[in-house]
C-alpha cells in the first residue's frame, strides 16, 4: 500500500554536501519521519552496485519512497512539495507562482553557476573549518555577482527571500556563509540573512550530526 511516510535519504558520511543538507531540510521540515542512510563518498560507496544500480546519478542525495528512487536535490524538494502539500505540511516553495517559479530559479542558479566561489570556498569553509587563503580574482568576481544578486532579491532587513521561509532561503544562505563564515567580506545585511538563516532548527540539526 502507498504509505505517505515511508522516506529514506541517502547523504554524505561527512555532511558536507550542500545539495544533501537541502533535501534533509526540506524532509525535516516537513515534519515526517524519515530514515537517513550515509553513502561514505571517499570510498566511493556511491558507486558500488547497490547504490550505483538505484541512483541514476550516482551522487548524494538519494531519496527513497516506496520503491521510486529519486536523485538531485531540486527535484528531491519540489517531489516532497507534491507528496506532502501546504495544505497539510509545511510548505518549502512559495505559493504564489512567480515567487515559487523565482525560488527554483535562484536554486538552478546556485547550482550551476559561481563555481570558481564553490571551488575556494567549499562547504568544508562552512562546515568544519573556516578557508584562510585570499579569494582569487574569479572568486571574488563571483561573490561581487552573489551580492548583486542577493541585494535585488531581498527587501530592507528581510529575513527571508519571500513571506516565509522557503528552500531557497537555505540554499542561498549556504553559499553566502562560504564567505561569511570564514570572515570574507560580505555586506552586512547579506551576512545577516545568512546568519539568521543558519539558526533555523532544521539547519541547526544538519549542523549538529557528528562529522569528522
Ligand atoms: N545537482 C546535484 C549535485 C549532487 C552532487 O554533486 N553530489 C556530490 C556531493 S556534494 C556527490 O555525490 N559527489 C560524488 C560523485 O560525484 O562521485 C544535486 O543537486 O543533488
Redesign the pocket.
Known sequence: MFSKHNFKLYV?SRF?????L??FVTLTEKGVPFEMRT?D?SI?E??SSGYATSSL?????MLVHNGFYL??????SEYLEECLPPETYNPVYPRDIQKRATARQIQAWL?SDLEPLRNERP?EAVFLKPAIKPLSRAAQSAANKLFTAVDSLLKDNASHLFDQWCIADTDLALMLNRLVLSGGEVPERLAAYARHQWQRPSVQLWLSQERS
Do not use: G, K
Open positions: 554524505d558536507l554536501s550542500p545539495y544533501a537541502s533535501a553513502v563518498l566511493q556511491n558507486q546519478t550516482c551522487r548524494v542525495p536523485s538531485e536535490s531540486s527535484a528531491i547550482r562547504t
